[in-house]
């Protein structure tokens, strides 16, 4: 299996600041990465697909960068409803494998 | 708009089988796409379990090959999670969702999730 390896756990951040959250893939997974939200209520939400592709209806405070084995997902600004949990996920190869996701908290 | 909905019960006995159901309105689940069930444990570790197909086949994680079934009845366009002989270790949040492969490939679609403990 592909581990994803995801970077910081936690991250406290202020309104209005940038943050960067990486994820990296035990061996290359040639940009067959994706990016979701899952909110404080459970929801969950596709963010970014194929490593830099913004889903329909995302802000576009959101984006996404990587290749190979590093991939990371930037908010350029933080708004409030932006804290909440994030995963990356592979299907490069079978069985799809998460991140172990990053907490955004207000600081 | 398509929407999925998980139900099933709450709690389940050690060594009995967990049954989840999915059901999906806005969209026929045998028109195309994958259809996956995937997890949440406590400690936010998550885990794609397997899918059932547009045309029914399936494919499980090799992690729980030996305890998983996904089916569906696409009379109702609902589809369905059992896995047997479950554990404290299968207490988590269940998820259905959608995968898309029409272009890119990610879940595009998700249920609200549902909660299950097993616990005696």
């Known amino acids: 299996d592909i581990q994803m390896t995801q970077s910081p756990s936690s991250l406290p951040a202020s309104l209005g600041e940038r943050v960067t959250i990486s994820c990296r893939a035990s061996?290359?997974?040639?940009?067959?990465l994706n990016w979701y939200q899952q909110k404080p209520d459970g929801t969950i939400k596709p963010l970014i697909y194929?490593?830099?592709n913004l889903q329909s209806g995302v802000p576009s405070r959101f984006s996404g960068s990587g290749s190979g084995t590093d991939y990371s997902l930037t908010i350029s600004s933080l708004e409030p409803e932006d804290f909440a949990m994030y995963y990356c996920?592979?299907?490069?190869?079978?069985?799809?494998?998460f991140g172990s996701g990053t907490k955004l908290e207000i600081k | 708009e398509i929407q999925l909905q998980e139900s099933g019960p709450g709690l389940v006995k050690p060594s009995q089988s967990l049954s989840l159901t999915c059901s999906v309105t806005?969209?026929?689940?045998?028109?195309?796409?994958?259809w996956s069930w995937i997890r949440k444990f406590p400690g936010n570790k998550m885990e794609w379990m397997g899918y059932?197909?547009?045309?029914?086949?399936?494919n499980y994680n090799p992690s729980l090959k030996i305890r998983i079934s996904i089916t569906r009845d696409t009379s109702k366009n609902q589809f369905f999670l059992q896995l047997n002989s479950v554990t404290t270790e299968d207490t988590a949040t269940y998820y259905c969702?959608?995968?898309?492969?029409?272009?890119?490939?990610?879940?595009?679609?998700w249920g609200q999730g549902v909660m299950v403990t097993v616990s005696s």
């Open positions: 969702a959608r995968y898309t492969y029409y272009g890119y490939n990610y879940f595009d679609y």
């Open positions: 806005g969209y026929t689940i045998t028109s195309g796409y994958d």
């Open positions: 059932i197909s547009n045309s029914g086949s399936t």
């Open positions: 061996q290359g997974i040639s940009n067959n």
């Open positions: 194929y490593t830099s």
């Open positions: 996920q592979q299907d490069a190869s079978f069985p799809f494998t």
